[in-house]
C-alpha cells in the first residue's frame, strides 16, 4: 500500500481520469463496491472511463449517469493500491463535483 503523502503531486483530474481509462482495471480487487457488485461498471475502471466520457462530451450526463458515478462510497482503496500512483477517488470526486457544479439538477438528493 501508498502511503497517501508520497502519492504523486502531478495529476490533475482530466490526466488521472485519462490513466484510469487506459489501465487493465489493476485495482478492481481493492474495491467492495465493484466487489459487490460484481459489475465492471462500478469499478473505479468503469467509473473513472464513464466521468472521462462525459467530460469529453462523448456521453451526455443524466440522473443514471449520475447514479453510476455515485456508486463509489470514498474508501480510497483504489487510490492505495493503484501502482500509477494516480489519486483515484479524489479524482472520481472532483469530476462528480464538476459535473453537479455544471448541472445542478443532477445532484442526487438523499432521503431524509
Not at 21 to 50: F, I, K, N, R
Not at 54 to 65: C, F, L, S
Amino acid at each position: 500500500m501508498v502511503d497517501q503523502a508520497t502519492r504523486h503531486p502531478g495529476y490533475g483530474t482530466d490526466e488521472a481520469l485519462e490513466l484510469c481509462t487506459y489501465c487493465p482495471s489493476l485495482c478492481h480487487h481493492a474495491c467492495p463496491v465493484a466487489t459487490a457488485e460484481a459489475s465492471d461498471t462500478v469499478s473505479p475502471w468503469g467509473m473513472q472511463s464513464l466521468a472521462r466520457h462525459v467530460r469529453k462530451g462523448k456521453v451526455t450526463a443524466d440522473a443514471d449517469i449520475m447514479r453510476t458515478l455515485q456508486a463509489c462510497n470514498g474508501c480510497g482503496a483504489c487510490t492505495n493500491v493503484c501502482q500509477l500512483e494516480v489519486p483515484v477517488m479524489e479524482s472520481l470526486v472532483a469530476s462528480r463535483a464538476d459535473l453537479v457544479k455544471a448541472q445542478p439538477e443532477l445532484a442526487l438528493k438523499l432521503p431524509a
